[in-house]
């Protein structure tokens, strides 16, 4: 659920987290669509007898930016915060981007929001930065860290 506030109120939760999402299952499906869509066909995403063998992964992983480019998705469903007035906020960028883990097929994953800033840009465009950590379940080291932006429109 996102929650609007005010500037103030949520500059109050820099260093809190904001957003939990619900688990998601990495299906060899997604993988096998994200590999046709970008062309990136290497067979640690698509061959799982090969990958078994020749990787220490034990089988097929999800590309590291199938992984990145599921924060969309989270994001939305962890809810964010909303500064009060805002008409619309866009994708800005990401900072210090690190694939720490694979995500073997069949894993589930959440990504947990702590909001680290927010600036004003420009009069009235606010960039919102939230530290994001993607969690595989059962597992103590992450799939990924990453800095995500966003740039919140008001007035």
Same mark, same amino acid.
């Given at each position: 659920?996102?929650?609007?506030?005010?500037?103030?109120?949520?500059?109050?939760?820099?260093?809190?987290?904001?957003?939990?999402?619900?688990?998601?299952?990495?299906?060899?499906?997604?993988?096998?669509?994200?590999?046709?869509? %970008?062309?990136?066909?290497?067979?640690?995403? *698509? +061959?799982?007898? /090969?990958?078994?063998?020749?990787?220490?992964? #034990?089988?097929? &992983?999800?590309?590291?930016?199938?992984?990145?480019?599921?924060?969309?998705?989270?994001?939305?469903?962890?809810?964010?915060?909303?500064?009060?007035? %805002?008409?619309?906020?866009?994708?800005?960028? *990401? +900072?210090?981007? /690190?694939?720490?883990?694979?995500?073997?097929? #069949?894993?589930? &994953?959440?990504?947990?929001?702590?909001?680290?800033?927010?600036?004003?840009?420009?009069?009235?465009?606010?960039?919102?930065?939230?530290?994001?950590?993607?969690?595989?379940?059962?597992?103590?080291?992450?799939?990924?860290?990453?800095?995500?932006?966003?740039?919140?429109?008001?007035?």
């Amino acid at each position: 659920m996102t929650a609007e506030m005010s500037l103030d109120a949520a500059q109050a939760l820099i260093g809190t987290e904001t957003g939990l999402s619900q688990w998601h299952t990495i299906s060899q499906e997604q993988v096998n669509q994200f590999a046709d869509t %970008t062309g990136d066909h290497q067979f640690i995403h *698509l +061959d799982e007898e /090969r990958a078994k063998v020749e990787t220490p992964f #034990g089988g097929t &992983i999800a590309h590291g930016y199938l992984t990145l480019s599921l924060l969309s998705m989270l994001g939305a469903e962890a809810g964010t915060v909303r500064l009060a007035g %805002t008409k619309i906020t866009i994708n800005y960028g *990401l +900072d210090k981007v /690190r694939f720490l883990n694979p995500v073997r097929i #069949g894993s589930r &994953i959440r990504a947990r929001f702590i909001m680290h800033s927010i600036t004003e840009k420009n009069p009235g465009q606010y960039l919102i930065k939230h530290q994001v950590t993607v969690e595989i379940e059962n597992q103590e080291k992450p799939a990924l860290i990453a800095e995500s932006l966003s740039l919140a429109v008001t007035g």
